[in-house]
Nanobody
Framework: VQLQASGGGLVQPGGSLRLSCAAS????????MGWYRQAPGKQRELVAT???????NYADSVKGRFTISRDNAKNTVYLQMNSLKPEDAAVYYC?????????WGQGTLVTVSS
């Protein structure tokens, strides 16, 4: 399974970005999908996850500002990020589970700065 993430970039505080991550390759039955992020000098942390049934889970720091969604027909997971703060700046990674194995995307950089 290959994951291609896109949508990162430079945005001013208070702005919005939408990340996408499309899975391709040997896809049989995608399970949970999610986004993680890693800021310089920090550990990678969970941002949000979504199950096959659409149940979502968010880190407290992004609740009410970020929305995760998925398009099962396209094997794609999205992360709508609103009201971005400087502390949201990081490399964002998507992760997808299939048959109990987790695959990581290559990461997309989000910079929040005026």
């Amino acid at each position: 399974v290959q994951l291609q993430a896109s949508g990162g970039g430079l945005v001013q505080p208070g702005g919005s970005l939408r990340l996408s991550c499309a899975a391709s390759g040997s896809i049989f039955s995608i399970g949970s999908m999610g986004w993680y992020r890693q800021a310089p000098g920090k550990q990678r942390e969970l941002v949000a996850t979504i199950t096959t049934g659409g149940s979502t889970n968010y880190a407290d720091s992004v609740k009410g500002r970020f929305t995760i969604s998925r398009d099962n027909a396209k094997n794609t997971v999205y992360l709508q990020m609103n009201s971005l703060k400087p502390e949201d700046a990081a490399v964002y990674y998507c992760r997808v589970f299939q048959r109990g194995y987790g695959y990581w995307g290559q990461g997309t950089l989000v910079t929040v700065s005026s």
